[in-house]
């Protein structure tokens, strides 16, 4: 999932339940408590762009989309898979087969039923090639859901079976461990077909955007507020108890931090890099680890006009993306900019992943000595690409979302790495919204990036970095690198239909060994998360996989 700053069945999953204490104002703790009947307040800190569950790609989206739509299966406290709107399932003997039974009182927000139909609706318009959601592979775990999804299978050829109204059939093409895991996920959400289809402003009101899950939606001002409110027709509202969430979008990060402070928001998603030491030593700011990795995503599309002629030689070249990814200086990045315990990386899946033998299996391509930036090293290998000293390559543009102070922090420690070996650098900002689209058209150079799990397993981290089909650049889902190498997609291909688990983590290793060898991407760091909750606020569940949810909160 992408992420602005900086899912599942799983044991190994690290959550959160905050309890935190928050300071409001500045005379202090404040003693008085919120009115439990207003809705809690929670600053996202970005522009949503969409709400869409097929089309969202964005922790922040996927937030709003969790706590308003329940899938088969929910994430609880431990991010562990359990039941959601299925009460039940079976699982074949060859593991390929799964049967879901659907609660009968799971009802719509506008009190009609939810019907298998919902899902197998939902999941083929995500897989509809018409749709481009960027997270269509996704679901190619179902059987002849990708060649659906390019065309080469009819919609009823797809795996997914409608049995009756309460039990849906699954067939998947090959064992995949974390299958329950993904059913909590975004794009698994149910959708009425009445309700989507020929309506494209159907996220936008309350009487279009019709949900299962704890809260519904009332109103939405554009730019600035998503209004929920508790729904009554949730199977489990009696076990929620609080009226309802407003997620407010404001991107100034000191901005959101006072208002926190004066008690008209009650928890912020992200804290001023210059507030988290002494925040944390008031209490009022919380550090949580977070499955993700922050990374550079260079454009290394050999086949679009987008990039001038000099500049795609220099970024079509290994060595030379090598010697920007060897130059960076990652401990100033951790020590100066971010602050929140963030670990220095130079491997694209971060630590918090284990194989079938215990051990973690994040592999670091540099020493760690090497992530105070090895410069001399970076410079033999712009001599050995033909640029000795920087000279003859092209001055390139570096670009980040301007939210916040943070990222460009950041990028001006890279751009500082970078001129010391001779590589001149432009940093240029766009807003949340505009920058994501633009870096999903291909149309940069450089830009920073950012990676969330979707459930505890390498596979969410590698099979993003898969080809796609050129002239088709809904095809290429999250590959924004427009990474294209046969042998890597040969390996995650390899990985993901083969049951053995040894051998299915052996394969993801070399996987990210040629990934890593290649350097599409530039690893930073681990990422972890800080929040700012109101003192009153009790029971909020800050998942590792990024999204944070408000069904099990309570108000004191």
């Not at 762009?49 to 790609?57: G, K, Q, R, S, Y």
Request: net charge negative.
């Amino acid at each position: 999932m992408k992420l602005r700053k900086i899912k599942s069945l799983c044991t190994l999953a690290i959550t959160v339940t905050i309890c935190a204490g928050i300071f409001a104002g500045c005379g202090g703790a404040s003693e008085g408590g919120k009115d439990a009947s207003k809705p809690l307040v929670y600053n996202v800190g970005a522009v949503i762009e969409t709400i869409d569950p097929a089309l969202n790609t964005a922790v922040e989206g996927s937030t709003v989309i969790g706590n308003a739509f329940e899938g088969l299966m929910r994430l609880d406290e431990n991010d562990k898979a359990i039941p959601g709107v299925a009460e039940s399932y079976e699982i074949s003997k060859d593991q390929k087969t799964y049967t879901f039974k659907l609660r009968k009182d799971a009802k719509w927000s506008d009190g009609k039923p939810v019907t298998a139909k919902d899902f197998q609706y939902a999941w083929l318009r995500c897989l509809n090639k018409d749709t481009a959601a960027e997270y269509a592979y996704q679901m190619f775990y179902i059987d002849k859901a990708k060649e659906y999804n390019q065309g080469k299978a009819k919609a009823e050829e797809v795996g997914i079976k409608v049995i009756d109204d309460n039990t849906l059939e699954v067939k998947l093409h090959s064992v995949t461990p974390y299958f329950l895991g993904l059913t909590a996920f975004a794009s698994y959400m149910p959708l009425r077909e009445d309700v989507v289809e020929g309506n494209n402003t159907w996220t936008e009101k309350g009487e279009t955007y019709i949900s299962n899950g704890p809260f519904q939606l009332k109103e939405f001002k554009m730019k600035d507020s998503y209004e929920f409110v508790k729904n009554e027709n949730y199977w489990n509202k009696d076990n929620i108890k609080i009226s309802g969430i407003t997620y407010k979008m404001v991107a100034d990060e000191n901005t959101s931090y006072a208002t926190l402070q004066n008690g008209e928001f009650d928890v912020i998603g992200n804290v001023p890099s210059e507030m988290i030491k002494s925040g944390t030593e008031e209490g009022i700011v919380q550090t949580f680890p977070n499955l993700g990795t922050y990374f550079v995503c260079l454009n290394v599309n050999n086949n679009t006009d987008k990039l001038n002629s000099e500049v795609k030689k220099a970024l079509q070249n290994k060595d030379v993306r090598n010697a920007l990814a060897l130059a960076i200086d990652r401990d100033s990045i951790v020590t100066k900019v971010t602050k929140s315990g963030q670990v220095p990386s130079a491997s694209f899946t971060p630590a918090g992943i284990q194989d079938p033998s215990g051990k973690d299996f994040k592999k670091n391509k540099f020493d760690p000595m090497d992530f105070k930036g090895n410069k001399e090293e970076a410079k033999k290998l712009l001599a050995k690409a033909g640029y000795p000293e920087g000279k003859g390559l092209p001055k390139f543009e570096v670009l980040y979302n301007s939210e916040g102070d943070g990222h460009r922090k950041v990028m001006e420690i890279i751009q500082q790495n970078w001129k010391e070996i001779g590589v001149q650098v432009e940093l240029k900002n766009q807003e949340w919204a505009v920058f994501l689209n633009t870096r999903n058209k291909g149309d940069y150079q450089i830009a920073r990036h950012g990676w969330s799990a979707d459930y505890v397993d390498p596979m969410t981290f590698l099979d993003m970095w898969v080809s796609g089909e050129e002239g088709n650049q809904a095809s290429w889902g999250n590959n924004d690198a427009h990474f294209n190498n046969k042998e890597y997609d040969e390996l995650i291909e390899k990985a993901k239909t083969e049951p053995d688990q040894n051998k299915r983590f052996e394969y993801m290793r070399k996987a990210e060994d040629i990934l890593l060898d290649e350097m599409p991407i530039i690893p930073l760091y681990d990422y972890t998360k800080t929040y700012g909750i109101n003192k009153n606020i009790k029971g909020i569940h800050a998942s590792t996989l990024g999204q944070i949810y408000f069904d099990r909160v309570t108000i004191e």
